[in-house]
């Protein structure tokens, strides 16, 4: 079932993430509740009787004694789900027998009532202990993967990693380990496996056999998981920093005061817009701002000392006079209104 949700969440809703406690608030978020029946029937008071938890099987045996199965008629027209004909491995099919093993099994759980219940509602409190746990496949210690709080932490002080060559196999490492009698490994990475010793005092003695060793490293359980959380923090902490150190070159950007490179660069002094090398207004509307500059440069001199072009005062206002000076003996005088002159004229109260 974790892979179903794996798969569900990644394709649907998010990519998966890598830390194990933001996937369980994820999955949290996605399925508020889970109920996992191969969990459930790998428990008490289940796990006494009933010995294979496929899903096929556990179907069939909860028809047995002492389960009570519910009994469900097929809608006309729909044939195939009757438990007789087996479709096994149809999204459907599986979906519908799963619901049906799930109710079998809730209904045990009502004949430890007094007086007992022939059927338990899926919200029972009998039910509640199942929820939003996951069960979890080939790892010995570790039943369940709990989605609503910490995981079961298992003694693992027999427990070794191992660093190795690419090309080792299984084999290797049970060569290896020969002298320690009967090991069980589990393989991590193509250069990496945890092996677990029948005898925790045997730990320190394999540990010490690799401390001359060059082509593999052996070291506790203990000290890989001080290493990897380390390293974690360590992550953390960069990724921290480079947080920092962005927003503090955003804010010294956003601090430093602009200075103009280009002589076309005019800040509009009453709708605070900017025009950068690109002509806004007509060649007439350009000379009379211009003029307009002129009496307010020779009115306010301490306008002058904050004024927002980028060129100095003397060169803007030769270069106003000689624009006027062109552009009046290009343009007739008869052509020139004042209508232009009005749209752009300072009114004397605001």
């Known amino acids: 079932m974790l892979l179903d949700v794996m798969h569900t969440i990644h394709q649907f809703y998010c990519p998966l993430p890598d830390d194990l406690s933001e996937f369980k608030e994820v999955t949290s978020c996605v399925f508020p509740r889970l109920l996992d029946t ?49 479709q096994l491995h149809e999204a459907g099919y599986d979906a519908y027998i799963t619901g049906l093993c799930f109710i079998s099994m809730a209904n045990f759980l009502g004949s430890f009532l007094s007086p007992p219940k022939n059927h338990v509602s899926a919200r029972s409190k009998l039910i509640e202990p199942f929820f939003n746990k996951l069960f979890l496949m080939r790892v010995m210690d570790i039943p369940y993967l709990n989605l609503e ?11 070794l990693h191992v660093s190795f060559p690419k090309e080792w196999k299984t084999s290797d490492l049970y060569q290896l380990f020969s002298a320690f009698g009967n090991i069980q490994v589990s393989w991590i990475d193509d250069t990496s496996a945890f092996v677990s010793l029948s005898q925790p005092e045997q730990v320190q003695i ?43 070159k955003r804010l010294k950007t956003q601090c430093t005061p602009y200075v103009s490179q280009s002589r076309y660069y005019c800040v509009n002094s009453f709708t605070g817009t900017s025009t950068v090398g690109k002509r806004s207004m007509s060649p007439i509307e350009e000379e009379t701002i211009s003029d307009d500059m002129e009496e307010r440069e020779g009115q306010d001199p301490e306008n002058d000392q904050t004024d927002s072009c ?34 752009f004229e300072v009114p004397e109260t605001w």
């Not at 995981?151 to 027999?158: A, F, G, S, T, V």
């Not at 082509?215 to 990897?228: D, F, G, H, N």
Request: hydrophobic share 25%.
């Open 38 to 86: 191969k969990l459930m029937a790998s428990t008490q008071p289940f796990k006494e009787i009933i010995n294979n938890t496929s899903l096929a099987e556990l179907e069939k045996r909860l028809k047995e004694v002492p389960f009570s199965p519910p009994k469900v008629e097929s809608a006309e027209g729909f044939p195939s789900y009757d438990t007789a004909s087996e």
């Open 149 to 159: 709080g910490p995981d079961l932490q298992p003694k693992r002080d027999h427990v």
């Open 206 to 248: 394999a540990v010490n056999t690799s401390r001359y060793a060059e082509s593999y490293r052996i070291q506790t359980y203990a000290e890989y998981v001080e290493k990897k959380h380390e390293e974690k923090q360590a992550k953390r902490k960069c990724t921290e920093d480079s947080w920092k150190e962005m927003e503090r």
């Open 310 to 343: 980028a060129e100095s005062l003397p060169d803007g206002k030769k270069r106003a006079k000689k624009v006027k000076k062109m552009k009046t003996e290009q343009v007739p005088a008869g052509n020139l209104t004042t209508s232009s002159t009005g749209i």
